[in-house]
């Protein structure tokens, strides 16, 4: 019997061939790909697609277990990326329709399911070209700015969204706001100095930090997870080109962005430049 823990979920991506996938891209949206291959994901299955007709690439996500059966979520993700993306052209993905007019698919191909039952669901975007900001440290001032100005842009457009699952959405293991459940993972650190630090932080945080958010911060939609591999940057290592994965967007403080996008910037600092 399969576990139904969120952990557990979330390690059941898709189990979908490259020739499925060849075949979903086909018979969904009319696209007949010159090359598929694989791409990194932590949830989903991604596949980089090529089309035959044009020469353009598109990113092919077919959803994990834990978002396939977290129903709501992602037809409010999908929708919450067409709004972003006409709002925030050639920053965030656009979301490309199916021949039927759809922004998401139940593919028909006969191994599409999870070994409970539950068919895949499938979504099409644009590719953004660029390297993660990861491959950018040390990250320059400029980029940093940057990144600043991209975030506070797409946090002023993420406020127009009223999509009410999405307002709701507040209880995940990924949400800041639940930061102090993770103290349930302390048993399992081996490091004595890293758990002394960790229970500090928790200390201070849950006496000094939390009530002061609570009483004097707004809340409201954010992307959750601007790490370095979901910021996409130029070349030059001068400018943001693109943002990535909103599959952690939820309703939050919004002083919590700034926090997650500092924490990242600091592991790409150079040495003794963190002031």
């Not at 070994?115 to 400029?142: C, I, N, R, V, W």
Request: hydrophobic share 35%; net charge negative.
């Amino acid at each position: 019997m399969m576990e139904t823990t969120e952990e557990s979920l979330s390690t059941h991506p898709a189990i979908v061939t490259l020739d499925e996938a060849r075949d979903i891209l086909l018979t969904a949206y009319g696209i007949r790909a010159q090359s598929v291959s694989d791409l990194i994901g932590y949830d989903n299955r991604n596949f980089l697609v090529t089309d035959q007709a044009n020469g353009r690439q598109l990113v092919l996500k077919i959803t994990s277990l834990r978002c396939t059966l977290e129903g709501s979520f992602i037809e409010s993700q999908v929708s919450l990326l067409h709004l972003l993306s006409s709002r925030l052209p050639g920053l965030i993905q656009r979301v490309i329709q199916s021949l039927d007019g759809s922004l998401i698919v139940t593919p028909s191909v006969s191994s599409a399911r999870y070994p409970d039952g539950h068919p895949h669901k499938a979504f099409l975007l644009e590719y953004l070209p660029g390297m993660t900001l990861s491959k950018a440290a040390p990250f320059p001032h400029q980029l940093l700015h940057d990144v600043g100005v991209k975030f506070g842009t797409l946090s002023a457009v993420l406020q127009h969204c009223q999509d009410p699952f999405l307002l709701q959405r507040s209880s995940h293991k990924w949400d800041p706001k639940n930061v102090l459940l993770s103290r349930a993972a302390l048993a399992h650190e081996k490091c004595e100095n890293r758990k002394t630090t960790f229970v500090n932080f928790m200390h201070f945080y849950e006496r000094e930090g939390l009530p002061r958010i609570e009483t004097g911060c707004r809340e409201g939609l954010i992307h959750s997870d601007g790490n370095t591999h979901n910021i996409l940057v130029s070349h030059d290592r001068k400018q943001v080109t693109g943002i990535l994965d909103f599959e952690d967007v939820c309703c939050s403080y919004l002083v919590f962005e700034c926090g997650s996008l500092l924490m990242y910037a600091l592991t790409g600092m150079p040495e003794g430049d963190f002031a």
